[in-house]
């Protein structure tokens, strides 16, 4: 079809050169505090023995995942403000599109198995190094990665699949499913449907997962008889209960819902939470509220 668009070009940011320079500032210093954030959890759990644990070997999943997580997103941000690469061939938008969808499908399942592992550590205390030992935290965190990139393929596939005929400008400064389906001129329906089971199936369950973790662990909480007690075992959940509510309220908002093309203005906003400020956020949570990884530090 000699009509078909073959590239888009991302609107990004509109506004000033002044602004746009100041936004790229702003993602570059919030890029480079993610990285070294997120690579230094790694490396200190890699040189810390008394942190070689399961929770700390999520985590160190959780972070390894931001940096990628982030990358797929800021670099190509930063050449569409900056006006040096704000074209981006159909191919690549759909790699961009799969990756970043799967490996936020695999961060909501790896936030579900981490509050499993809480709710093992906290409800059944003296159990717990037997329970979740570490063939079963390899298989959990290995699930997790196979789950989040296998239910996103048939989604990119479909994605792949649809027609444009033009226009062939992204009002976004990434490649996603909302503003794909905005400008298909075939018909979206299957994408939406997808979308919407797939979201369900993911971002649902794995919060009910969670949910359901934590109404275990806080009724066992309260069951502690001692404030110290109740407050030390709180402190072990409390910077994953940080991550997973920032996380779960801004996923939920761009992905569950019955359809995809509306609020692409709003859309781009609650991205640029969800792929720049969280993945900062994550590793100055677990450090700072986390008294072994700073005795660790």
């Known amino acids: 079809n000699g009509t078909s668009v073959e590239e888009f070009f991302l609107l990004g940011f509109p506004g000033t050169w002044q602004s746009r320079v100041s936004l790229v ?22 040189r810390s023995s008394n942190l070689h644990t399961p929770m700390y070997f999520f985590l160190c999943n959780l972070s390894f995942l931001e940096i990628w997580y982030t990358t797929g997103v800021v670099p190509k941000a930063i050449g569409v403000m900056l006006g040096t690469s704000q074209t981006i061939s159909f191919s690549v938008c759909i790699l961009q599109l799969f990756f970043l969808l799967s490996l936020g ?15 093992l550590a906290i409800c059944y205390s003296l159990r717990y190094s037997s329970l979740m030992n570490s063939v079963l935290s390899v298989r959990l965190a290995l699930s997790s990665w196979l789950g989040g990139f296998l239910s996103i393929s048939l989604l990119a596939f479909l994605t792949s699949r649809l027609t444009f005929c033009g226009p062939d400008v992204i009002n976004h400064f990434l490649c996603d499913i909302d503003s794909c389906l905005a400008l298909s001129c075939s018909d979206t329906w299957p994408v939406e449907l997808a979308t919407f089971l797939v979201s369900i199936i993911v971002v649902v369950a794995s919060c009910v997962v969670t949910l359901v973790s934590y109404m275990y662990i806080i009724s066992s909480i309260l069951r502690i008889q001692t404030l110290h007690g109740r407050k030390k075992a709180f402190s072990t959940c409390s910077a994953h209960l940080s991550v997973v509510t920032v996380w779960y309220g801004s996923t939920m908002f761009l992905y569950v819902k019955p359809s995809a093309q509306n609020s692409l203005d709003l859309n781009k906003i609650v991205n640029t939470f969800n792929t720049v400020v969280t993945p900062l956020l994550n590793p100055f949570i677990y450090t700072l509220r986390n008294k072994e990884v700073k005795l660790a530090l």
Do not use: K, P, Q
């Open 25 to 46: 500032v702003v993602f570059a210093l919030m890029y480079s505090l993610t990285v070294i954030g997120n690579a230094s959890i790694i490396a200190l759990v890699w």
């Open 105 to 119: 499908s695999t961060e909501c399942f790896l936030l579900a198995v981490m509050a499993y592992d809480r709710y």
